[in-house]
């Protein structure tokens, strides 16, 4: 695959993203410092997910004249896989916040090992929006992966992928099913530890932004 087709993983590098990150991987950090660390780093990742949306101008009026403006052109709909996207989505949300939010539910079949999909949600136009499919961990990449082929099949064709920290395992599974999906992630951790966990990672997201930790 040359350079102009690999598929396209951003690093959002960032002086406050990056301090929020140490935040949530500090195992002493409480849901409520978790919960707000993670919506900033959240509301910047939305910076540069959303800055090559097409927008269309529009008539408006300002209380002194009319003038032109702007408006996005297609729908956004956000897609947490639940739970732990929950978590990263009300974060994107409180930017986003004309969006709709569809859900997709995934249990692990612990015969095949591979994801079911038990729930899922979405709104009537997501053909024609644009989506972002939110998963905070991208692990072994089989739920993502499996989250990235439900919304396909539901007829998304416009998708991004937002995942907190990225293990190199995750992104390579993942792509290799969904190379048209670009992947925005905050950090690109080490690699995966025998239980699947992300190392350095910050332990079970859900949990510690849920508080059950
Ligand atoms: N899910 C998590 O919450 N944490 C990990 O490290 C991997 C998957």
Redesign the pocket.
Known sequence: MNESTAPAVHVIDHPIVRSRLSLLRQESTDSLHFRQALHDIAKLMVYQMTSDLETEVIAIETPLCPTEGHRLKRPLTLVPILR?GVGLMNGIAEILSEAAVGYIGLYRDEETLEPQCYYSKFPPNLAESDVILVD??L?TGNSSAEGASQLKAAGATRIKFAAL?AAPEGIETFHRQHPDIPIYTAHIDEG?NEN????P???????RYFGTV
Request: proline share 6%; aromatic share 6%; glycine share 18%.
């Open positions: 732990a905070p961990m692990a920290i995966l699947a966990y992300i190392v990672g910050l332990g079970d997201a859900g949990d």
